[in-house]
T-cell receptor, first 112, second 115 residues
């Protein structure tokens, strides 16, 4: 699976949008971009995923550049409960049983 | 989303004893389950992958005789840490996937402390 690069940490004010970048310049055509987050002392939570089109769900939006070499996860109105480590993971398409490789992620701290 | 539970949520045991951790998929059939380990301030590391009814596939460096994995049904997998030692103290997390699901869904984790 392609490697991803994320900033170590970011801060965001409560109520503002949080934009978390991820670089995946070696992504292959059959690889999706997945985002998970892990709140302290809990298991990771799936947020969103996409192939090449922008995606939106009730939790977040995912913007993937046209060349697919980078993406941005957007939390439109961050709350204190969004403080977590956010992981950007690239993996092959086709079946949910493909393993996920977690990097170090971005620690997002939402401040009051 | 799909719900995965783990039991117990935390466990303390003496060195040399064995500990069993259960992972259950509550609202779907988990054809594949994964076990991860996470040390403090580190990321998740995959230990093994198990398909229902088959032997688990262990990642390089993970001792299969020490970390016994059983996936005998479509809703339950167990991880047994045999002859636990203090260095096995960690946060153990399972995940599960199944037909029709877009990805893996994670349990809440089990914190193991070996004294």
């Amino acid at each position: 699976d392609a490697k991803t690069t994320q900033p170590t940490s970011m801060d965001c004010a409560e109520g503002r949008a949080a934009n978390l970048p991820c670089n995946h310049s070696t992504i292959s055509g059959n690889e999706y971009v997945y985002w998970y987050r892990q709140i302290h002392s809990q298991g990771p939570q799936y947020i969103i995923h996409g192939l090449k089109n922008n995606e939106t769900n009730e939790m977040a939006s995912l913007i993937i550049t046209e060349d697919r070499k980078s993406s941005t996860l957007i939390l439109p109105h961050a709350t204190l409960r969004d403080t977590a480590v956010y992981y950007c993971i690239v993996r092959v398409v086709g079946g949910s049983n493909y393993k996920l490789t977690f990097g170090k992620g971005t620690l997002l701290t939402v401040n009051p | 989303g799909a719900v995965v539970s783990q039991h117990p949520s935390w466990v303390i045991c003496k060195s040399g004893t064995s500990v069993k951790i259960e992972c259950r998929s509550l609202d779907f059939q988990a054809t594949t389950m994964f076990w991860y380990r996470q040390f403090p301030k580190q990321s998740l590391m995959l230990m093994a992958t198990s398909n229902e009814g088959s032997k688990a596939t262990y990642e390089q460096g993970v001792e299969k005789d020490k970390f016994l994995i059983n996936h005998a049904s479509l809703t339950l997998s167990t991880l047994t840490v045999t002859s636990a030692h203090p260095e096995d103290s960690s946060f153990y997390i399972c995940s599960a996937s199944g037909q029709g699901l877009v990805t893996q869904y994670f349990g809440p984790g089990t914190r193991l402390l070996v004294l």
